[in-house]
């Protein structure tokens, strides 16, 4: 029985380094995250709210106006799905095929911030539990630098995985929401497109 103790022992004192590792990896990719979203933020603020006031007041007969009034710096995903939905406004298959795709589009710009939030907690719960064994083994020998030096690294990996999981959390809320309307509006505009072609 100790000899399968030892060998459970070693597997996770083995792991710890790989856990660090890929902790402060996706520190670094939460980091990079923020910066992202706040540039998408920057973006919608700036003229997403133009676009779907735009939006918000078109009839089927106004619809082909909406392409010259779209801006053309805009390099959001919904714009530019917006525009080949438009250059597609006769074709119901193209323009379905579009919606998928931006759905697809979407769920990869997620990707990232799903994956934070759920390796988050688990990598920094597998970096606080294996240091806790010899921490344990240091308080019972007497080695208190030792268990001091083990809980300060169970510490900080907990920490670090919270951290990148509450961005990663944060984010794909907002996203979420910014997706939704987004879809919402490009579904609007092609149910607008069918509409006019049937009358």
């Known amino acids: ?16 380094v790989p856990v660090i590792v890929l902790l402060i990896l996706l520190f670094l990719r939460s980091l990079l995250l923020i910066g992202s979203f706040f540039g998408q933020y920057l973006n919608i603020r700036k003229s997403g709210r133009a676009l779907r006031l735009k939006i918000e007041g078109l009839t089927a007969d106004r619809v082909d106006e909406l392409q010259a009034e779209l801006p053309q710096k805009n390099v959001s995903l919904a714009a530019r799905y917006l525009r080949e939905i438009l ?19 979407a769920d990869k710009d997620l990707a990232s911030s799903k994956t934070l939030t759920k390796l988050g907690p688990m990598l920094g719960l597998m970096g606080t539990l294996i240091p806790m064994g010899p ?23 907990t920490v670090v995985g919270l951290f990148s999981s509450a961005v990663g959390f944060m984010t794909q809320q907002v996203k979420n929401r910014w997706y939704m309307q987004d879809m919402t509006n490009l579904e609007f505009v092609a149910e607008l497109l069918n509409a006019k072609k049937e009358g």
Not at 139 to 149: C, F, H, N, R, V
């Open 1 to 16: 029985m100790n000899f399968i103790s030892d060998i459970l022992f070693w597997i996770s004192e083995g792991l710890l």
């Open 87 to 105: 250059a597609h406004k006769d074709s119901p298959a193209h323009i379905g095929r579009l919606l998928a795709d931006f759905e697809i589009e």
């Open 135 to 157: 921490a344990l083994v240091g308080l019972s020998t007497g080695d208190i630098s030792s268990m001091a030096y083990n809980m300060q690294v169970a510490f900080a990996t």
